[in-house]
């Protein structure tokens, strides 16, 4: 294959349910997204170079906190009901790590509870979607996607300019701003989605289905 | 020759299919599971109902141990029927979802009659879903042995 790595995005799908990941996982690698399945929230914060008792011991082994740079994840879609640590759990995990929280989330629920999804959009997810999923459900990620990878364009090319010429104050504070606007007004689309909750996140599953005899 | 037959095959799943729409047992949701199977995944259908099923026993099998004891504990039931329910929705195998609401809605009563009467239904059903499933699973086979033969 001739395509470049890093033109691909990696999505990390967590769900207990084994059909629910096989799923997820046909369904994107359809939309030609990378993916890493897990069946729990602790895997998948294990995975993402995270630990549940981030605590600084030294006599117990464990992975360098920093190998999710190593295998990035652009996305994380993870199930609501799970055994132990929730999607909903997972999710304030990952907005309160300072290395993940720019990750988007995205939460899947069979079952449609406004409260919880608008809970769910406040921890910050970005999207909300009922399952069964669909593939035109996952059209809604690219956006976000895209946010991200320019962003880390942007910061990479920050880089390569501090690198080059060394920046003044009043540059410095402009692009400060500049980001700062930027989150301000991805926080009010979050607020438009919750206060109108489209018909298309309380869509029907059944479409004319005949009635049993 | 193996054209005819392949196309004979291709029209009797179509058939079988709907005929399975039409009773009710599946619903649109299995169409979107067949959308994802294409030449470079042609067993796709075929791995996700072994999957369904055999998930599908395992569960059932722990409704009946919990439902056998004296004591019953309902919220094992619960969310045991809700790994049910859910699956059968990812499949797309309606009535045997519906039959997991009730059994649901005899666990949240706290009835155990209701909740033997409701894990009868769901066996009933999951039973009639598996014996077309594999007839089902056996048409595919046949149709991937004629592709494969044609190559």
Do not use: W
């Given at each position: 294959m001739g395509m470049a790595a890093e033109s691909q995005f990696h999505v990390l799908a967590v769900d207990d349910s084994i059909i629910d990941r096989k799923l997820i996982e046909r369904l994107l690698k359809t939309s030609s997204y990378q993916v890493t399945t897990v069946d729990s929230g602790s895997k998948a914060l294990e995975f993402l170079g995270?630990?549940?008792?981030?605590?600084?011991?030294?006599s117990t082994p464990c992975?360098?906190?920093?190998?999710h740079q190593e295998v990035e994840v652009n996305l994380v879609i993870t199930d609501y009901?799970?055994?132990?640590?929730?999607g909903y759990d997972l999710l304030k995990k990952i907005k309160e790590s300072s290395s993940l929280r720019d990750i988007p989330v995205v939460i899947m629920s069979s079952e449609n509870v406004p409260s919880r999804i608008s809970r769910c959009l406040e921890e910050g997810a970005e999207e909300f979607f009922l399952k069964p999923v669909r593939l035109s459900d996952l059209n809604k990620l690219r956006p976000h996607l895209m946010k991200t990878k320019s962003k880390d364009q942007h910061q990479k090319q920050e880089k390569q300019e501090e690198k080059s010429a060394f920046q003044s104050p009043k540059q410095q504070q402009q692009e400060k701003e500049e980001h700062q606007q930027q989150q301000q007004a991805s926080n009010n689309k979050r607020k438009a989605i919750e206060e109108g909750l489209s018909p298309e996140r309380t869509?029907?599953?059944?479409?004319g289905i005949t009635t049993v005899v | 020759m193996i054209q005819m037959a392949l196309a004979a095959l291709k029209t009797q799943l179509k058939n079988f299919v709907q005929s399975m729409f039409d009773e009710g047992v599946l619903d649109s949701q299995f169409s979107q599971i067949q959308a994802?199977?294409?030449?470079?995944?042609?067993?796709f259908v075929d791995e996700v109902i072994t999957l369904f099923c055999t998930d599908a026993e395992r569960i059932i099998t722990e409704l009946n141990k919990y439902l056998?004891?004296?004591?019953?504990d309902f919220s094992k039931l619960d969310t045991y029927v809700h790994q049910l329910k859910g699956s059968s929705s990812s499949i797309g195998a309606h009535r045997l979802k519906l039959a997991c609401v009730n059994l649901r809605q005899a666990s949240d009563d706290r009835s155990k009659e209701g909740c033997v009467r409701a894990l009868n239904s769901i066996t009933r059903e999951y039973c009639l879903l598996r014996s077309k499933f594999q007839t089902l699973i056996q048409l595919e086979r046949s149709i991937i042995a004629l592709e494969t033969n044609r190559q």
């Amino acid at each position: 294959m001739g395509m470049a790595a890093e033109s691909q995005f990696h999505v990390l799908a967590v769900d207990d349910s084994i059909i629910d990941r096989k799923l997820i996982e046909r369904l994107l690698k359809t939309s030609s997204y990378q993916v890493t399945t897990v069946d729990s929230g602790s895997k998948a914060l294990e995975f993402l170079g995270l630990h549940e008792d981030d605590t600084t011991n030294p006599s117990t082994p464990c992975v360098s906190p920093n190998n999710h740079q190593e295998v990035e994840v652009n996305l994380v879609i993870t199930d609501y009901c799970m055994p132990g640590m929730t999607g909903y759990d997972l999710l304030k995990k990952i907005k309160e790590s300072s290395s993940l929280r720019d990750i988007p989330v995205v939460i899947m629920s069979s079952e449609n509870v406004p409260s919880r999804i608008s809970r769910c959009l406040e921890e910050g997810a970005e999207e909300f979607f009922l399952k069964p999923v669909r593939l035109s459900d996952l059209n809604k990620l690219r956006p976000h996607l895209m946010k991200t990878k320019s962003k880390d364009q942007h910061q990479k090319q920050e880089k390569q300019e501090e690198k080059s010429a060394f920046q003044s104050p009043k540059q410095q504070q402009q692009e400060k701003e500049e980001h700062q606007q930027q989150q301000q007004a991805s926080n009010n689309k979050r607020k438009a989605i919750e206060e109108g909750l489209s018909p298309e996140r309380t869509r029907p599953r059944y479409n004319g289905i005949t009635t049993v005899v | 020759m193996i054209q005819m037959a392949l196309a004979a095959l291709k029209t009797q799943l179509k058939n079988f299919v709907q005929s399975m729409f039409d009773e009710g047992v599946l619903d649109s949701q299995f169409s979107q599971i067949q959308a994802l199977q294409d030449s470079s995944n042609p067993n796709f259908v075929d791995e996700v109902i072994t999957l369904f099923c055999t998930d599908a026993e395992r569960i059932i099998t722990e409704l009946n141990k919990y439902l056998g004891y004296q004591s019953v504990d309902f919220s094992k039931l619960d969310t045991y029927v809700h790994q049910l329910k859910g699956s059968s929705s990812s499949i797309g195998a309606h009535r045997l979802k519906l039959a997991c609401v009730n059994l649901r809605q005899a666990s949240d009563d706290r009835s155990k009659e209701g909740c033997v009467r409701a894990l009868n239904s769901i066996t009933r059903e999951y039973c009639l879903l598996r014996s077309k499933f594999q007839t089902l699973i056996q048409l595919e086979r046949s149709i991937i042995a004629l592709e494969t033969n044609r190559q």
